[in-house]
């Protein structure tokens, strides 16, 4: 299964836990597709990167996706020249298995003129690979990469020599691992808990001054894909949503966050699908 796949199935149990203001979600993210397909970053404006979110929301909340308005959309990027490795790899996803023979062609071909060097970097080069149902070229390089973000804690961070990890990292390590059948080690899942604050929600690393739902969504996501328990955070971890829930439908990133958007409120309805599986 693609790690694509495995989140919007999780994503796709939120609607369980939000009952009634599943209606709302549903409202606020339809309020964030411009007229002309493309979905809103922070100012507004119609941006790839947010589009991906739309997206995802839209599935999880089993809301049909106008692909006329999106094609349109998305047909104005052509082939993705224009584009740098994160924005080409978010035109990846949002054409995911529907992308023209000529497009798509056209984007593994720059997909492989690149040479990731974090994680991130690989995380994004694989999903884009997955979107298109194309093998990821170097799957060695990869488990290398891997091998040098560990940082000296254990976990994992974005580049090599970090003295600690961070939780997006590793998560991103552990999904990496299992889409090619290796064994994420043994420290991730321990490690990943520890992250987890007593009030509820993770950090993103061990001295961060306050969680926030990038990471608690990403930390939730590969504990359970790892089978780790959390069963004992589950509640603190819902109160911690709830304070970054809004009744306009959204979610907040964190408790410093003025804003409202698709992205963290993806991130918001994959945390609460990992909450609330069985």
């Not at 790899?89 to 062609?105: D, F, H, I, N, Q």
């Not at 891997?146 to 090599?160: F, T, Y």
């Not at 990943?192 to 993103?204: E, I, K, N, S, W």
């Not at 069963?231 to 408790?255: A, S």
Request: charged residues 20%.
């Amino acid at each position: 299964m693609s790690m694509k796949l495995e989140m919007l199935q999780a994503a796709r149990l939120a609607p369980n836990l939000l009952g009634e203001s599943a209606a709302l979600v549903r409202q606020f993210v339809r309020r964030q597709q411009n007229p002309d397909g493309g979905f809103k970053n922070r100012a507004g404006e119609s941006d790839l990167y947010y589009t991906v979110f739309g997206l995802d929301c839209l599935v999880a909340l089993r809301e049909p996706i106008d692909t006329v308005r999106l094609d349109h959309y998305l047909r104005s990027f052509g082939d993705g020249g224009d584009l740098d490795f994160v924005h080409l790899t978010c035109l990846a996803r949002c054409w995911s298995g529907r992308a023209p023979v000529e497009t798509r062609t056209a984007i593994l071909d720059r997909l492989g003129s690149f040479s990731p060097a974090t994680l991130y970097e690989w995380f994004l080069a694989c999903g884009a690979c997955q979107n298109l149902c194309a093998p990821l070229p170097d799957v060695a390089g990869l488990l290398r990469c891997i091998g040098s973000m560990r940082a000296h804690d254990g976990a994992c961070g974005n580049v090599p020599g970090l003295p600690v990890g961070s939780t997006t990292a590793t998560a991103a390590a552990v999904a990496l691992l299992r889409q090619f059948n290796e064994l994420p080690p043994e420290e991730f899942g321990p490690w990943l808990l520890a992250q987890a604050r007593p009030d509820g929600g993770f950090v993103a690393m061990p001295d961060a001054p306050m969680p926030d739902l990038l990471s608690t969504a990403t930390a939730l996501h590969a504990l359970a894909s790892l089978k780790f328990p959390f069963g004992h955070i589950r509640e603190p971890c819902l109160d911690f949503l709830d304070t970054l829930w809004t009744n306009e439908g959204g979610f907040h990133g964190h408790w410093a966050d003025d804003h409202l958007d698709v992205e963290y409120t993806s991130y918001g309805l994959l945390a609460l699908g990992r909450l609330g599986a069985p």
